[in-house]
């Protein structure tokens, strides 16, 4: 069974930085990947990033393109997403989640870390 959890959210003026991380367990192999996921109130669930564990690929929705980077430590079963530059529109609940690679669904998720940013 597949298991997350997030950690590192946390109270930050705009312009600041978080970051986030996400102890991954349970694979059989590398071929899946880990993505985060942001939901603000009142909103639907986003996908923020997500990174390819056997080849590093990654993806950024647009609007924090620039401003965070996710990274992963193979060795540690760790993902991160580091935070820049943050803004309110940017507070949410974040979620870490994982797949298969050809996978279409996340399919595994962790319970979710709180980062609000004050202006």
């Known amino acids: 069974e597949v298991q997350l959890v997030e950690s590192g959210g946390g109270l930050v003026q705009a312009g600041g930085s978080l970051r986030l991380s996400c102890v991954a367990s349970?694979?059989?192999?590398?071929?899946?990947?880990i993505g985060w996921f942001r939901q603000a109130p009142g909103k639907e669930r986003e996908k923020v990033s997500c990174?390819?564990?056997?080849?590093?690929?990654?993806y950024y929705e647009d609007s924090v393109k620039g401003r965070f980077t996710i990274s992963s430590d193979n060795a540690k079963n760790m993902v991160y997403l580091e935070m820049n530059s943050l803004k309110p529109e940017d507070t949410a609940v974040y979620y870490c989640?994982?797949?298969?690679?050809?996978?279409?669904?996340?399919?595994?998720w962790g319970q979710g870390t709180q980062v609000t940013v004050s202006s």
């Open positions: 990174i390819s564990i056997s080849d590093g690929s990654t």
């Open positions: 349970g694979f059989t192999n590398d071929d899946y990947a």
């Open positions: 989640t994982a797949k298969p690679r050809i996978s279409i669904r996340w399919t595994s």
